[in-house]
């Protein structure tokens, strides 16, 4: 399997699957991990391990009556690069052993290792690697996966800390309901900080979240599963980061995004809604503030060019309705070619939304500090440039838009 790697000078490997290592009949017992190594953790960082494992903890199923019952500990062992709590430069090495591996679960997937599940990877697996894929809980495609991002994201979180830079993500809509956001400038950034994790969803509209969860009840009572939408906020990037062309930060920040399962749309600032606006709508108007180049509106997200402007980078993500579902569905055995009926009997969360939020935040993370570091690194190539142009915009810290 080829792409198992994120980053160019923070640059993140992950392995694992969603059970991990089988046993044959002759060699008893089962026992995969989820793996995180971080490749270019500047030396002399004092990790904070337990912050490691609340982020992990954000993202652990069985938190609620929506999430996944698996009862996955996420213990986060951190186990190379590390030295009596200081980074030391070298790779930092993160594992998380899968413990609720039960064979009552893993039978289940047996029972349907060789059918189609609609909405799910395991189709391309198939393609790709033939009966040798790993078929318990998607293997490789499983949200899983997402944990050793997770764990590798809080690490550089705490690096983005240290500049400043804060990145958050809520739930905004959740089955056609909707909940104020800060694009649409109906939630400010205080508010989204101050109810953020307050309700099993982590949606920062309190009320709007307790419409979100009725529902989900009885969405769930009907065998049924729903979509739904979460916005990511980071404040504090400075303004140029990002590479003009391929590497542009909105553009790696995509990438990050798209690399997770489940999602289908990306919109950055005023997103879709630029179609209908016109060039005097849209454009974020450049005043003078403290000194500093600020904007007072925010459509373009936080970017011009790809780059950071210095404001709120600011985009919502459209996620799927989670494909396990217990109505019945038609599909195809692989192995014989003939139609077949499957109703999953298999544990799944309700709704993604919970799950999902931070990943999301983990993989922003990681694509806006690596993207700080090659802006780091271009600008120690240019010793000419008079650093004025650099101090020109300060990061957005502070305050709303004001239109
Ligand atoms: C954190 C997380 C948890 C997930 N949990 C489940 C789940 O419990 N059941 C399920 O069917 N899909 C789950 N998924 C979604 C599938 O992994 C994903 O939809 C599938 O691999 C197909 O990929 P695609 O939707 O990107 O095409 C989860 C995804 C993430 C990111």
């Known amino acids: 399997m080829l792409g198992n790697s994120f980053g160019r000078v923070f640059q993140v490997t992950t392995c694992g699957e969603s059970y991990g290592w089988h046993a044959t009949a002759e060699d008893a017992g089962y026992g995969g991990s989820l793996f995180a190594i971080i490749n270019g953790v500047p030396a002399g960082i004092k990790l904070d391990v337990q912050q490691i494992q609340d982020e992990c903890d954000k993202r652990r199923p069985g938190q609620s009556p929506i999430d996944s019952p698996r009862l996955e500990t996420d213990r986060v062992n951190v186990v190379s690069g590390l030295f009596e709590g200081v980074t030391t430069g070298a790779p930092v090495g993160i594992l998380i052993n899968n413990v609720d591996t ?35 809980g998607a293997g490789r495609a499983s949200g899983r996966e997402t944990v050793g991002r997770v764990a590798a994201g809080a690490v550089a979180k705490q690096i983005l800390a240290d500049e400043g830079i804060e990145i958050l993500s809520h739930v905004i809509e959740s089955h056609g309901i909707k909940g104020k956001s800060v694009s649409e400038g109906t939630l400010s950034f205080e508010e989204l900080k101050e109810n953020y994790r307050k309700n099993d969803l982590n949606c920062c509209d309190l009320e709007a979240a307790e419409k979100m969860l009725a529902d989900l009840s009885e969405v769930a009572k009907a065998g049924d ?16 980061v990002g590479e ?25 600032g005023a997103g879709a809604k630029a179609t209908h606006m016109l060039g005097s709508e849209w454009n974020d108007q450049p005043v003078v503030e403290g000194g500093s180049v600020r904007w007072t509106t925010n459509h373009a997200g936080g970017f011009l060019g790809g780059m950071s402007t210095g404001e709120d980078i600011i985009f919502r993500v459209a ?34 939304l919970p799950r999902w939020y931070p990943v999301a935040e983990a993989m922003t993370a990681l694509a806006v500090v690596d993207g700080l570091f090659m802006t780091e690194a271009w600008y120690g190539m240019n010793k000419k440039l008079d650093p004025k142009w650099r101090a020109m915009t300060k990061p957005r810290n502070t305050g709303d838009y004001t239109k």
């Open 102 to 136: 039960q064979d009552i679960h893993i039978n289940q997937y047996r029972d349907v290792k060789d059918v189609i599940r609609p909405g799910h990877a395991e189709v391309n697996f198939f393609h790709k690697y033939g009966e040798f894929g790993d078929w318990c």
């Open 225 to 240: 599963t729903a979509g739904g939408a979460i916005e990511v906020v980071v404040r504090g990037v400075p303004a140029g």
């Open 244 to 268: 003009p062309v391929f590497d542009k930060l909105k553009a790696t920040i995509a990438h990050a995004i798209c690399s997770i399962g489940a999602m289908t749309g990306i919109e950055f």
């Open 319 to 352: 996620v799927k309705a989670t494909p396990t579902i217990s109505k019945a569905q038609d599909t195809v055995d692989m192995t014989t070619m003939e139609p077949k009926q499957l109703e999953a009997i298999t544990r799944r969360d309700i709704t993604l």
